[in-house]
T-cell receptor, first 111, second 112 residues
Framework: DAGITQSPRHKVTETGTPVTLRCHQT?????MYWYRQDPGHGLRLIHY???????DKGEVSDGYSVSRSKTEDFLLTLESATSSQTSVYFC??????????FGPGTRLTVL | GENVEQHPSTLSVQEGDSAVIKCTYS??????FPWYKQELGKRPQLIID?????GEKKDQRIAVTLNKTAKHFSLHITETQPEDSAVYFC???????????FGRGTSLIVHP
């Protein structure tokens, strides 16, 4: 597996609380992505980054924000978690912008 | 933007049979087509990919074919084994766009 980790791996939180998920890579890859995976929907892109401080929205970005202050770290923040954001979140990295390598995932439950 | 359709959503086969999963894409500029395998509770992992200058690529029991004219590509698994049971995702992207579009996945079940 590529050098990519996610933390935490599991989290249970309550509606209305802020949540931050972290993706860390040791591959020095330029591109980083956050996806959510829900039954019947496959992988849906939330936000992505093409460099330090360079980020853009994906197809399901409402309610999420991201930051990338260093090449190796990409943070996903839910400002005020809702039950609809219960999901499995995957971070991915890519060196050339084509082949993606995924992190182990974070299972988030919002009660 | 790109749209990727993947079929079937579920595929059940007997061990030793072949399995074929098909994807169609809409953007003729797409030129990179990876396939990912996701075992239960695990991360998606690349198993094979193909670029638009190639019509077919093989790696042991798996192969991918690409028909650029018809804008579809397929994953072929021969001599299926129970450990092939997983969800398979196709994707398509245009070189330089760095944003792949994924299909919704196919759940392959291989019965011993």
């Amino acid at each position: 597996d590529a050098g990519i980790t996610q933390s935490p791996r599991h989290k249970v939180t309550e509606t209305g609380t802020p949540v931050t998920l972290r993706c860390h890579q040791t591959e020095n890859h330029r591109y980083m992505y956050w996806y959510r995976q829900d039954p019947g929907h496959g992988l849906r892109l939330i936000h992505y980054s093409y460099g330090v401080k360079d980020t853009d929205k994906g197809e399901v970005s409402d309610g999420y924000s991201v930051s990338r202050s260093k090449t190796e770290d990409f943070l996903l923040t839910l400002e005020s978690a809702t039950s609809s954001q219960t999901s499995v979140y995957f971070c991915a990295i890519s060196g050339q912008g084509d082949t993606q390598y995924f992190g182990p995932g974070t299972r988030l439950t919002v009660l | 933007g790109e749209n990727v359709e993947q079929h079937p959503s579920t595929l059940s086969v007997q061990e030793g049979d072949s399995a074929v999963i098909k994807c169609t894409y809409s953007d003729s500029a797409s030129n990179y087509f990876p396939w990912y395998k996701q075992e239960l509770g695990k991360r998606p992992q690349l198993i094979i990919d193909i670029r638009s200058n190639v019509g077919e690529k093989k790696d042991q029991r798996i192969a991918v074919t690409l028909n650029k004219t018809a804008k579809h590509f397929s994953l072929h698994i021969t001599e299926t084994q129970p450990e092939d049971s997983a969800v398979y995702f196709c994707a398509a992207s245009e070189g330089g766009s760095y944003i792949p579009t994924f299909g919704r996945g196919t759940s392959l079940i291989v019965h011993p």
